[in-house]
């Protein structure tokens, strides 16, 4: 090959030539001289003579004047695109000012101006001038009256959107029957009381808590005055009557005693100490002493006039079940000579009540270990509240401790959703994944998914202690929509694992089932009617040779019903009953549970 240089003209515009080899080739090398010829623009094209000018942005300064009058000094090449970027001088629709750039409609910059609007809730927020009232979620709080007397602690929307309130983290602080205060939080049932028991006598005092029974005294009564002696063991009603004449026994004063014959004497003397014995009197001094009698409580120490007392001790009588207090300080009565009777009685009424709690306790432990049974291995949060409940080392309910009965019903609500769970997950097992790439199989698919995915959130969601009831039941009603679905699919999956088809009207039937749980997972709820999916979901089981689903009974949705007054009363005939508030298929119902023989007799026949 010919290496001498020559010069030799390059293929270009510019008509260029370069010195190279004489057995180089010109058309193979591009031209590295500034190009000769002008831009669109006209400005001088700046790149090379091998480049194409259309290539090439023309950098040089121009003056651009907008539409709206604004000038800006800009490159060549940026004239044809740019847009002016001076603040906006035009109002919006809603008359301000708008805020975006001169060049850019206004559409793209919502007005923000702050307003004071009003809600459909009725709630008065700021909010920017471009919003709409229906786009925006109330953040006002809630501030509801809850039943309990607090204000919700939720939002407006968090309410409206959940159909209910947030249940209420306030201490509860409500008296329970055995007249302390509940420690729980206001959410909860109140649960059995576990503080040491008031219960006294002159033999001592109960050594064991609220909760558990207690055991009488069986040492001989000590009321016994000239005129009476009881002849029965402390814990029994006495046989004897109230003896209404003076005490005749004198102070270590030498005075005489205020008291009644057969009380204990009261220790004040009404003589030496007028003014103490005044203003335990409640401030008013007692002129009669000679006439009026007095008695000493043994439980607080105060003295109180017997006519008020006596009246006190009726007015204290009425239907629900408490244990009758001081009229000075409200200290439980649980011991007195005067009224042993009365107050026997409504120490009974407690020990009714938590006899009753017990046989419920009982009931509910073991509807809940039935269901634990026909349960698969817990999921972690629900373990745990199982373990809770449970003896060490166990995952048995047998042996629940009162206190915990309030989980113990909120478990077993879980236990009733979660087998409707169980079953459907049995359903979806069955279901065959084919490769084939139908239309219904893809959907058979898709369905078959998607019922998992809302099973995983259902299950989730009972991680945690549920209390609302008629939530409770709405999720049950959409797991057993779910599990009726899933066992549709098993049909369909068995009828093409047998290579089988269904009738005309199976067909029809099925199609009406999909487009309806299409609807139900659209939110609407009432497309899917559970009677309805029963029939089909039995139709098409026979189809196929499948057994039919056994039938389901109605399941009742109860909280623990609470250790606190207001819940336990007294019938006409003073036996202990209380009310069971329960969610039963959407209703709300009260159930009478327990009360005398007569009552419920008496019920029926109205």
Request: hydrophobic share 25%; proline share 6%; glycine share 6%.
């Amino acid at each position: 090959m010919c290496q001498k240089m020559v010069v030799k003209n390059l293929s270009c515009a510019g008509n260029h030539s370069l010195k190279m080899p004489c057995s180089g080739d010109p058309n193979s090398v591009a031209c590295q001289d500034r190009c000769t010829s002008n831009l669109d623009c006209g400005h001088p094209c700046p790149g090379l003579c091998s480049q194409p000018c259309e290539s090439i942005k023309c950098r040089c300064g121009v003056e651009k004047t907008y539409p709206c009058g604004y000038k800006e000094h800009l490159q060549c090449y940026q004239r044809k695109t740019a847009t002016c970027k001076a603040p906006c001088r035009r109002r919006e629709r809603c008359k301000h000012m708008c805020k975006g750039v001169c060049g850019e409609p206004c559409s793209n910059y919502p007005c923000d101006v702050a307003l004071g609007r009003t809600l459909s809730c009725g709630h008065k927020i700021m909010m920017p001038c471009s919003y709409s009232v229906d786009e925006v979620q109330c953040p006002a709080p809630c501030e509801a009256k809850l039943p309990c007397g607090h204000q919700c602690s939720g939002t407006c929307n968090d309410c409206q959107q959940r159909g209910s309130h947030e249940m209420c983290q306030h201490p509860c602080s409500r008296p329970l029957v055995c007249s302390h205060r509940c420690e729980a939080t206001c959410r909860t049932p109140c649960p059995p009381c576990t503080r040491k028991c008031g219960r006294r006598c002159p033999h001592g005092k109960c050594t064991r808590r609220c909760f558990q029974p207690c055991y009488p005294c069986n040492k001989p009564c000590t009321w016994s005055c000239p005129h009476y002696q009881c002849n029965n063991l402390c814990g029994e009603e006495c046989d004897r009557p109230q003896c209404n004449a003076p005490c005749p026994k004198k102070l270590a004063c030498r005075h005489p005693c205020i008291g009644l014959c057969g009380e204990n004497c009261p220790t004040v003397c009404a003589i030496c100490h007028a003014k103490k014995f005044s203003s335990m009197l409640g401030g008013s001094r007692a002129k009669t002493t000679e006439v009026s009698r007095f008695l000493q409580l043994f439980d607080c120490g105060h003295i109180v006039k017997v006519e008020e007392m006596d009246t006190w001790m009726l007015r204290e009588l009425d239907s629900e079940v408490q244990l009758i207090q001081c009229p000075r300080c409200s200290t439980t009565i649980t011991f007195s000579y005067r009224y042993g009777n009365l107050i026997k009685r409504t120490l009974k009424n407690i020990e009714n009540v938590k006899t009753q709690l017990h046989e419920l306790g009982n009931e509910t432990a073991n509807s809940a270990s039935g269901l634990v049974k026909q349960l698969r291995p817990f999921s972690g949060g629900i373990r745990t509240l199982v373990q809770k409940l449970s003896s060490p080392f166990s995952m048995t309910l047998d042996k629940v401790n009162p206190p915990s009965y309030p989980l113990l019903f909120t478990l077993k609500n879980h236990f009733l959703i979660m087998h409707q769970i169980e079953k459907a997950r049995h359903s979806l097992k069955k279901v065959v994944e084919h490769q084939g790439s139908s239309k219904w199989q893809l959907e058979m698919k898709q369905h078959s998914d998607t019922i998992k995915d809302a099973l995983e959130k259902i299950t989730e969601y009972l991680e945690k202690p549920q209390l609302d009831l008629r939530t409770l039941d709405q999720v049950h009603e959409h797991t057993r929509k779910f599990s009726l679905f899933a066992s549709i699919l098993e049909a369909q999956s068995e009828a093409i694992k047998r290579q089988r088809s269904f009738s005309s009207i199976a067909e029809t039937r099925l199609k009406m089932a999909r487009n309806g749980f299409n609807l139900f997972l659209q939110g609407k709820n009432e497309a899917l009617h559970i009677d309805w999916l029963e029939r089909i979901v039995d139709s098409l089981r026979k189809e196929v040779g499948l057994a039919a689903l056994p039938p389901e009974e109605l399941k009742d949705f109860e909280n623990f019903p609470g250790f606190n007054k207001g819940v336990w009363k007294l019938c006409d005939h003073r036996q202990v009953y209380f009310t069971r508030s329960i969610v039963r298929d959407g209703q709300d119902l009260s159930v009478l549970r327990n009360g005398c023989g007569r009552c419920v007799e008496m019920e029926g026949s109205d």
